[in-house]
């Protein structure tokens, strides 16, 4: 997914300050290996899900496709931001597939949340590039809202996957341990937009990189512990 990025977008990269020093622009990777290795990832992930069972390797080309779209998206529409959530909500769904060769509800709760959850950091993510964009042409929502509006909406998007992820504690039954990652999460989420409220970008890096870097380590231990103490009390 990284490969095919950082590919389609190597020449918006090299006009971008921000992103001139990546490996490609910057010439410390040719594009010929870039394309090698992409080759190789997706060999590797189409024999891995035919490995797995039939509804991951008939899945697998969609997958591939979203990663694809989603680079091109900027160029096109604004909703780049919820095709990247997309393309990351997808793992837990299809790690749900991968081990029972269902689809079933908790999976989708969880890759909603997911989905979510990166669409609105990443718009956060878009601020610092609102300036080039709109020079370039391209489209995200910061170029579309603004900075306030994308603030408001980036904040939504923090509530409903609050939401999803209580959803998802109430059809798995799961108890105390994934109760508390969820507040401790939510509170993360509430003092990254706090740190953003101004619009001042100035601490986007603790908002965007260290909280939602804190949250994801807590949503893991949450469930690991949900997961050990269960299997102790069993």
Not at 37 to 66: D, E, G, H, T
Request: glycine share 8%; with cysteine.
């Amino acid at each position: 997914a990284m490969g095919l990025n950082r590919l389609i977008d190597a020449e918006i990269d090299a006009k971008n300050p921000r992103t001139a020093t990546r490996a490609i622009p910057a010439g410390l990777l040719g594009k010929g290996t870039v394309v090698i290795f992409i080759i190789i990832s997706v060999i590797l992930l189409l024999y891995a899900a035919a490995r797995l069972n039939p509804l991951c390797l008939k899945l697998a080309p969609l997958a591939l496709f979203f990663l694809i779209l989603y680079s091109y998206c900027k160029r096109f529409t604004s909703m780049a931001h919820v095709v990247l959530g997309l393309c990351l909500g997808a793992a837990p769904v299809g790690a749900w597939i991968a081990v029972r060769g269902t689809v079933e509800l908790p999976s989708v709760l969880l890759g909603l949340a997911v989905l979510f959850w990166v669409a609105g950091f990443d718009i956060l993510y878009a601020l610092q590039d609102l300036d080039f964009d709109r020079a370039a042409g391209l489209h995200s929502i910061p170029v579309k809202l603004g900075v306030n509006g994308s603030l408001w909406l980036a904040r939504g998007l923090s509530l409903a996957m609050i939401v999803l992820l209580v959803w998802l504690n109430l059809s798995l039954n799961l108890g105390g341990f994934f109760l508390a990652g969820i507040m401790i999460s939510a509170a993360l989420l509430f003092y990254e937009h706090w740190l953003l409220r101004d619009g001042d970008l100035a601490k986007l890096d603790i908002a965007f990189f260290t909280m939602n870097g804190y949250i994801s380590i807590i949503i893991f231990a949450a469930t690991l512990l949900e997961i050990l103490t269960s299997r102790g009390a069993a």
